[in-house]
């Protein structure tokens, strides 16, 4: 069977949730990065049962997912977390969650994956047009929301979506961008494809919070 690290999962609403179910039916198996801060509930909701009846697949069986890595996508190496975030409760609880932490555990762990699903995006100014986006909100939201492998987008990246500010836009240009250059780069050096797909309305968190 496959191996799939899918990032971008803290409940059962969005994308991340629903990708690793039909991964995990195809005979996947799956492990999670969860954002640092939303951890401990997602793993005190998925040990107390909350998720059970939507971690059921369709042979009748619970998705299993052999492991929850803590995760922030924004920092790199632990050099590059700021101060107040490092000394914040509730990533001083969490060890070894930025980005090349969390691979090189996932390879001492497992070896190697076969899928990257990259479902996370962070635009705290999403609500926020374009014209009126800080340029905190707008680095933010770009360093959160475009990445590699496969990922989910957004039409806004390339025609004129209100309501999708904050930089949120840009970010979904800068992932389709990346998207083509990784696929060539990855594809001819790894043989690795990279892909996004263009998703349609999903009621998750993240989309709550566009009031889309
Ligand atoms: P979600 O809240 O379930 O997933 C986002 C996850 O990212 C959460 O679990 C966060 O904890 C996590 N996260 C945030 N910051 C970080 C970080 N620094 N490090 C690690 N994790 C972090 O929401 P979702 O399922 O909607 O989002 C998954 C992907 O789908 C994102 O890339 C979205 O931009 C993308 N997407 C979603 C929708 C949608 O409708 N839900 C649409 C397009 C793309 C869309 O907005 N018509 C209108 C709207 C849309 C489509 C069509």
Do not use: C
């Amino acid at each position: 069977g496959k191996r799939a690290f899918i990032a971008g999962i803290a409940d059962d609403n969005g994308y991340g949730w629903a990708i690793a179910k039909s991964l995990a039916a195809a005979g996947a198996e799956i492990l999670i990065g969860t954002w640092v801060p939303a951890l401990n509930i997602f793993e005190t909701n998925l040990r107390r049962g909350k998720f059970d009846e939507s971690r059921t697949l369709p042979d009748g069986s619970l998705m299993e997912i052999t492991k929850v890595y803590p995760l922030d996508a924004v920092y790199d190496n632990p050099e590059d977390v700021p101060e107040d975030v490092k000394m914040n409760k509730r990533y001083a609880g969490s060890s070894n969650w930025t980005v090349r932490e969390v691979a090189e555990s996932v390879k001492q762990d497992f070896g190697s994956i076969d899928i990257l699903v990259h479902s996370l995006a962070n635009g705290p100014e999403v609500s926020k047009p374009l014209l009126e986006t800080s340029r905190n909100g707008y680095l933010a939201a770009i360093s959160a929301s475009s990445g590699a492998s496969i990922s989910l987008t957004y039409i806004a990246s390339e025609r004129i979506i209100p309501g999708y500010g904050g930089g949120m836009s840009s970010a979904k240009a800068a992932l389709e961008s990346d998207t083509q250059v990784l696929a060539f780069e990855a594809g001819r050096k790894h043989k690795i494809r990279v892909n996004t797909i263009s998703a349609g309305p999903l009621g998750s968190r993240a989309a709550k919070a566009i009031g889309f």
